[in-house]
């Protein structure tokens, strides 16, 4: 079409048939013909004229048995494989319905159905949903009961890796940016809690998490705090250790509530470290030390607004 048009334009102008044939490097004929098209149709006349062609070797019933098999994995269909590819399809295809058709056909197919070829996305096991409702009406219920005295805090960790996370970036088209990979991907864990009431954050750096680090990271948070603290964390065994828990049964101070397994979702501070590594940690290979120094410079310019907005408490 836009060549099309640039050929009527050129017309008007006064280029000749010839001249612009030689511009589009296209027969002086296709030129006439798309003028002659324009003046007797106008810009309609510059679109396709619709034509039958063949039929299309993907008819109905090959698409709905596209359907069908992105349903199910290759070893139902008796396949030794892990996932469907346009080949392994298109084999399918031809021993199935005798349909004899080319791997790009199968992707266009795919594509005209609403398939993409993408990641698909891990998932927890199913959380028993009794034991769900129970522990999250005891966390809002004893955050619900809680005094001016009382700091409530949500607890997690997060490990902060060398090896840059790759997110979408604007780059010049066809000249993809090279991150250079570390040699060795080390790591370190991040401690943080979050109090949902006030906004406020307080993380420390620790090599791994355990319960030796849980513990040290428990006592710089009451040191920091005055009163009665309810700390509300998930259930990972550096939390559930016997170690931890016999260190907490010896402070009155602090109350633990457990979050129900598997339920990320169900901690607020998740989200503050999923922002954080989406704006320090992606994309850059930094040393360990820049790496902490830039989630803490994060960290830092946050207010206690921006962590609950962050979070989606701004309405608490």
Not at 142 to 153: F, H, P, R
Not at 304 to 310: K, V, Y
Request: contains cysteine; charged residues 35%.
């Amino acid at each position: 079409m836009a060549l099309r048009a640039q050929m009527v334009s050129l017309s008007a102008r006064g280029f000749s048939a010839p001249e612009i044939a030689q511009i589009h490097d296209c027969a002086e004929a296709t030129v006439y013909k798309w003028i002659d098209r324009f003046d007797k149709e106008g810009p309609s006349g510059l679109y396709d004229r619709e034509r039958e062609g063949r039929s299309p070797k993907i008819d109905e019933e090959a698409e709905e048995e596209l359907k069908r098999l992105l349903e199910t994995t290759p070893p139902e269909e008796g396949e030794n494989a892990s996932r469907w590819t346009a080949p392994r399809l298109a084999r399918h295809l031809e021993e199935t319905l005798g349909i004899e058709v080319h791997p790009e056909t199968v992707r266009r197919a795919l594509r005209r159905l609403g398939f993409s070829w993408t990641r698909p996305r891990r998932q927890l096991p199913p959380t028993d949903g009794e034991e769900y409702q129970r522990r999250m009406a005891k966390v809002v219920e004893a955050i619900a009961e809680v005094g001016t005295e009382t700091t409530v805090l949500f607890e997690d960790e997060t490990e902060i890796k060398r090896f840059p996370p790759l997110r979408r970036m604007w780059q010049p088209i066809g000249q993809q940016r090279a991150v250079d990979v570390p040699s060795k991907n080390e790591d370190f864990a991040f401690y943080g809690v979050v109090d949902v009431l006030e906004g406020g954050a307080f993380v420390e750096r620790y090599p791994k998490e355990i319960s030796e680090h849980t513990i040290a990271f428990l006592k710089s948070v009451l040191g920091r705090t005055t009163g009665r603290v309810l700390l509300i964390w998930d259930q990972a065994r550096w939390h559930t250790s016997g170690k931890v828990s016999d260190w907490i049964d010896q402070h009155d101070r602090l109350e633990v509530l457990l979050l129900p397994p598997r339920s990320p979702e169900t901690n607020p501070i998740e989200d503050l470290w999923r922002e954080m590594k989406r704006a320090v940690a992606a994309c850059l290979e930094r040393s360990l030390d820049r790496l902490e120094e830039a989630c803490l410079q994060f960290l830092d310019r946050q207010t206690s607004d921006d962590i609950l907005r962050i979070m989606g408490l701004s309405a608490v």
